[in-house]
Nanobody, 125 residues
């Protein structure tokens, strides 16, 4: 089992920045693909970014490319999401996820076994 806990959400103005953190506890963190998903009210949970165990394979949704950066520190069992140039459409609950996920399935939320409780990000104009 892996327990995930997100932090760092909040209220920010358009164009601002936030850094989300996800701390993992339990089984070996370093073997998992770690990802961020988000869910806005009335919408499906959607893929944001993912980073594989090797810190080399990194993926982003087109909507956040160039603005968001995912990273991980295996020594601290933590994955981060640096969010810059935030827009109102980035408003959502952001979830951290972990799983043994191959590259072709990175965007598929059904492939992740473990989820955090979510953290709210609200971008105001």
């Amino acid at each position: 089992q892996v327990q995930l806990g997100e932090s760092g959400g909040g209220l920010v103005q358009t164009g601002g920045s936030l850094r989300l953190s996800c701390a993992a506890a339990g089984r070996t963190f370093s073997i998992y693909t770690m990802a961020w998903f988000r869910q806005a009210p009335g919408k499906e949970r959607e893929f944001v970014a993912a980073i594989h165990w090797n810190n080399i394979n990194i993926y982003y949704a087109d909507s956040v490319k160039g603005r968001f950066t995912i990273s991980r520190d295996n020594a601290k069992n933590t994955v981060y999401l640096q969010m810059n140039s935030l827009k109102s459409e980035d408003t959502a609950v952001y979830y951290c996820a972990a799983g043994r996920v191959v590259s072709t399935d990175t965007h598929d939320k059904g492939r992740y076994n473990y989820w955090g409780q979510g953290t709210q990000v609200t971008v105001s104009s």
